[in-house]
C-alpha cells in the first residue's frame, strides 16, 4: 500500500525555522516527483515547493531564498526546511507524490505550521 506520511509541523514565532519531512513508502521513492503544497484557512491549496526525480526544484515565489526543499533519495523522505517563517505562512502543508505528469497525486494528511507570536 502506498502511503505518505508527514511530520514536523508546529508553532512557531514570526522569523522562527521549522523542518518538514514526509515518508513515502510501500513504492519505489526514486520513481517518483514530491512536492508540498499548502492550504490556509479560505484559501486554495498552493504549490509551495517541487522536486523531480532528478533533483530540478521550483519553488512559489514567496518562499524563494526562504524555504529549501531536498530528497535523500536512501531515506524515502522528502524534507521542508523553513526559515524566517512569517504569519502568512501559517497553513497546513501536505506533501505528494506523482510517477508522472498524467499520473494522480497522492497526498498525505497534511502537517499544521502556524507563525504566530
Known amino acids: 500500500q502506498v502511503q505518505i506520511v508527514e511530520s514536523g509541523g508546529g508553532l512557531v514565532q514570526p522569523g522562527g525555522s521549522l523542518r518538514l519531512s514526509c515518508t513515502l513508502s510501500?513504492?519505489?521513492?526514486?520513481?517518483?516527483?514530491m512536492e508540498w503544497y499548502r492550504q490556509a484557512p479560505g484559501k486554495q491549496r498552493e504549490l509551495v515547493a517541487g522536486?523531480?526525480?532528478?533533483?530540478?526544484?521550483t519553488y512559489a515565489d514567496s518562499v524563494k531564498d526562504r524555504f529549501t526543499i531536498s530528497r535523500p533519495n536512501a531515506k524515502n523522505m522528502v524534507y521542508l526546511q523553513m526559515n524566517n517563517l512569517k504569519p502568512e505562512d501559517t497553513a497546513v502543508y501536505y506533501c505528494n507524490a506523482q510517477l508522472g505528469t498524467q499520473s494522480p497525486r497522492i497526498w498525505g494528511q497534511g502537517t499544521q505550521v502556524t507563525v504566530s507570536s
Open positions: 522536486i523531480t526525480t532528478v533533483g530540478t526544484i
Open positions: 510501500g513504492t519505489v521513492f526514486t520513481m517518483y516527483r
